[in-house]
């Protein structure tokens, strides 16, 4: 256990609709990572929040967005889904902002389009 | 980033100690290479990560070359929960606000 918490474990979705996955990290770490991995690609940046604030973004897609609250939990916004947002979702956090270098993964949330 | 080179796939027998390369030519002097796996559709693991020394923790040791261009994971004894991706990344260790780079890894099957 990374100590690192995601809901929901599955979702699915239609297209068209908007969906809200969610990130606890773990106890004291101040950053937040979100990734995506699709179907046989690979992990995929798509932005970092640092106590509160956006620190770096990566290809994320306009219809994507997040945001990291007080009390350092996140939420990865997705709308106006399309089929090929199916994909695995990743979030991972550290202590600091700058390195991630022990960066500890949830377990993914997997979205389904149809 | 330094750009890593890993091969697509490798085999090792259970019991067995597993040797993962990673090219890393163009590293620079403050960079460190890290090692994560993912076993099938989890969240990526930490295993280790090293400068210039070689570096040994309760997963696996780390074996970088003199020159740096270069190393190898070792997993002493594989067992069968060891089958995973295994991504060799290297990035500068702290400074500005930058994430992992995951390049495509190898996927190492533990064979019984």
């Known amino acids: 256990d990374s100590g690192v918490t995601q809901t929901p474990k599955h979702l699915i979705t239609a297209t068209g609709q908007r969906v809200t996955l969610r990130c606890s990290p773990r106890?004291?770490?101040?950053?937040v990572y979100w990734y995506q991995q699709s179907l046989d690609q690979g992990l995929q940046f798509l932005i970092q929040?640092?106590?509160?604030?956006?620190?770096a973004k990566g290809n994320i897609l306009e219809r994507f967005s997040a945001q990291q609250f007080p009390d350092l939990h996140s939420e990865l916004n997705l709308s106006s889904l399309e089929l090929g947002d199916s994909a695995l979702y990743f979030c991972?956090?550290?202590?600091?902002?700058?390195?991630?270098?022990?960066?500890?993964f949830g377990q993914g949330t997997r979205l389904t389009v149809v | 980033d330094a750009k890593t080179t890993q091969p697509t796939s490798m085999d090792c027998a259970e019991g067995r100690a597993a040797n993962l390369p990673c090219n890393h030519s163009t590293i620079s002097g403050n960079e460190y290479v890290y090692w994560y796996r993912q076993i099938h559709s989890q969240g990526p693991q930490y295993i280790i990560h090293?400068?210039?020394n070689n570096e040994t923790n309760e997963m696996a040791s780390l074996i970088i070359t003199e020159d740096r261009k270069s190393s190898t994971l070792i997993l002493p004894h594989a067992t069968l929960r060891d089958t995973a991706v295994y991504y060799c990344i290297v990035r500068v260790f702290s400074g500005s606000a930058r994430q992992l780079t995951f390049g495509s890894g190898t996927q190492l099957t533990v064979l019984p």
């Open positions: 106890s004291g770490d101040l950053s």
């Open positions: 929040y640092y106590n509160g604030e956006e620190r």
């Open positions: 090293g400068l210039k």
């Open positions: 991972a956090s550290s202590v600091g902002g700058g390195s991630g270098t022990e960066a500890f």
